[in-house]
């Protein structure tokens, strides 16, 4: 089976974060622009500085392009790099949640909000106070609660927060190679949906065999980054990026703070380095949105978002409805995040 196509083609699209609003698919990327920065792990290649707002009325049919629905220039607090975001509603208004590197080059997370959902959005002056590192996703469950998942390693900084604070020390560090691995964040969102509401926490992976947090050495099942929550049949399902191991993985839970019980694989590797992802029901069924670098040719600075139909066996695993070509790792340890 020939792989799937990307579905925007004109400019390169990364992170896509997809969300159903008003009977239409609305689909939130981060923006790949070409440059002359090597790779390297800190991410610097990643040089993205705006965000677009995708829509389309079928899957497989005709792809909006909004245009430009926020700036790094507009957001008092940003110096550069809007990397990936998310997308939520509530009390009739709209908020986009992004990462980008603050004046000290530290990464925090910010939110604009909009009275559409293709924006445009008006980005609150400061970031939010409490956040950290990066791949902010939004969860609104059915009671009305809001809750912020965020966290990457490597150039992404998570591992600058292992003991609580942030320790400038390991900006240029990996994750720990023994021992515990560093858990995605979560805490609350306030009812305006601009703040905390309550202590950030770890999202905690459980092995299945043991009933343990997954170990950091564990690289084909440990989180590195691209968290992402959605609900299933009365189940929420933790679903994230390894990283160098270049699977996205999902875990299952009772509860949107957990702890997760590891599930199994959705992807496996793609071309390119990175894979970040979302995911999303419209019309009935429910579809995987990723990314990878086939459109660039291969260029892991530039990527392009993909669809493809998921479906949940009885035991309410997930499964790609069609096989995925299989292709050979990435070798290069090169920087996960930027996604």
Not at 22 to 51: A, F, W
Not at 60 to 70: Q, R, S
Not at 267 to 295: Q, R
Not at 306 to 311: D, L, N
Request: net charge negative; hydrophobic share 35%.
């Amino acid at each position: 089976m020939a792989d799937k196509q990307p579905f925007v083609t004109h400019l390169y699209t990364a992170d896509p974060s997809a969300h159903v609003f008003n009977g239409k698919l609305y689909v939130y990327p981060s923006h790949d622009r070409e440059t002359d920065i090597k790779n390297n792990d800190n991410g610097d290649q990643y040089d993205m500085n705006d965000y677009h707002v995708f829509s389309m009325d079928e899957v497989g049919g005709p792809v909006t392009d909004h245009g430009v629905a926020l700036k790094a220039e507009d957001v008092p607090w940003v110096s550069r790099q809007l990397w990936a975001p998310d997308a939520a509603v509530k009390n009739g208004k709209y908020y986009l949640y992004f990462p980008a590197r603050d004046k000290d080059d530290v990464f925090r997370i910010g939110v604009a909000v909009g009275d559409k959902p293709e924006g445009p959005f008006k980005a609150e002056p400061e970031h939010i106070k409490g956040t950290f590192s990066v791949d902010p996703a939004v969860f609104v469950d059915d009671d009305g609660e809001a809750y912020l998942y965020f966290g990457g390693l490597w150039g992404g900084q998570l591992q600058c927060y292992a003991n609580s604070s942030f320790d400038k020390s390991q900006l240029g560090a990996n994750e720990p190679s023994t021992g515990s691995a560093l858990h995605a964040k979560v805490a609350k969102l306030s009812d305006d949906m601009l703040s905390l509401a309550s202590p950030v926490s770890d999202v905690v992976i459980l092995d299945p065999s043991t009933s343990e947090p997954i170990r950091a050495e564990d690289h084909a099942r440990r989180f590195f980054e691209a968290a992402w929550l959605h609900k299933y049949n009365g189940k929420y399902y933790f679903s994230y990026s390894t990283g160098d191991t270049h699977y996205l993985a999902y875990a299952i839970g009772d509860t949107p703070l957990g702890p997760f019980t590891y599930g199994g694989r959705i992807l496996e590797p793609v071309i390119g380095w990175t894979t970040h992802h979302s995911i999303a029901e419209f019309k009935g069924k429910w579809y995987l949105f990723y990314h990878d670098s086939s459109l660039s040719g291969g260029e892991n600075h530039l990527r392009s978002a993909k669809i493809r139909e998921i479906v949940y066996d009885e035991q309410g695993k997930i499964h790609l409805a069609e096989p995925q070509p299989k292709i050979k790792p990435p070798a290069a340890r090169l920087e996960e995040e930027g996604s």
